[in-house]
């Protein structure tokens, strides 16, 4: 009796010893048979959509517009000749149509939205016109900027405001719903408030400050490629010829 119970401590001993081994050779042999295939897309911070298409309606921007990487346009966005979107921002036409006039800015983290309908009873859409400077952390709801204006950063404009030709808007200012900044005022607070009338030479160096703005945004639009995915492709080139990165 005390053999046969030895020679069962021994046979459960070898199969509790014999399980852990099998184990890790099933677990070696799987890992050599699956490999990861070369096709396969390795995604990082490139990999964001920059411009998505909402139905029938699909972002359109100009040859020579610069629009950083990773900018979000989404649905009837136009980005006219000349004008510059840059980093972080939003520009978001689901419900309204958004235009970005010539050789306008629209500077970092700004937020550009238009809604269905203006309880003014003005146009809805969001129009920027050619020569606007738009200061960074911005958001624009269904306003109309006409030509050669400054709006600051940290500014808010609401459905149905306008700001008419050589205005400024300072900087942390919220221009509510319907309000109107006559032509050559500069305004401020919040809400905004006329503050004086701009004198004529400042009112020259508004659209100077716009074309400033755009020539920087040469030196940035020739380091990316304007659309799609081809900067991989270009990577992939350079790798295959040894070139860094």
């Not at 942390?172 to 319907?178: E, K, N, Q, R």
Request: aromatic share 8%; with cysteine; hydrophobic share 40%.
């Amino acid at each position: 009796m005390a053999s046969l119970l030895r020679v069962c401590r021994k046979a459960l001993t070898s199969t509790a010893t014999a399980q852990p081994l099998l184990r890790r050779g099933y677990a070696v042999e799987s890992a050599a048979a699956i490999r990861e295939s070369p096709d396969r897309v390795k995604w990082d911070y490139r990999g964001q959509r920059r411009i998505i298409p909402l139905g029938q309606w699909l972002p359109k921007i100009a040859v020579d517009a610069y629009v950083a990487p990773n900018v979000v346009l989404a649905g009837q966005v136009t980005v006219g000749d000349g004008s510059s979107v840059w980093n972080g921002s939003v520009l978001r036409g689901d419900l309204n149509k958004i235009t970005i006039g010539f050789c306008c800015n629209i500077q970092e983290r700004c937020v550009i939205h238009a809604a269905w309908n203006s309880p003014t009873g003005l146009p809805a859409h969001t129009f920027i016109e050619r020569y606007v400077t738009i200061g960074a952390y911005s958001l624009l709801r269904s306003c109309t900027i006409e030509p050669e204006c400054i709006v600051g950063q940290h500014s808010i404009l609401m459905e149905g405001s306008l700001m008419e030709t050589h205005s400024i808007l300072e900087a942390g200012s919220v221009l509510p719903p319907g309000r109107r900044i006559p032509t050559g005022e500069l305004w401020a607070g919040n809400p905004a408030r006329f503050v004086r009338t701009l004198t004529h030479e400042e009112t020259l160096e508004i659209p100077k400050l716009a074309v400033a703005i755009n020539d920087l945004s040469t030196s940035h639009f020739s380091e990316f490629l304007p659309y799609s995915t081809a900067y991989l492709e270009v990577e992939k080139l350079k790798k295959s010829f040894g070139i860094s990165i």
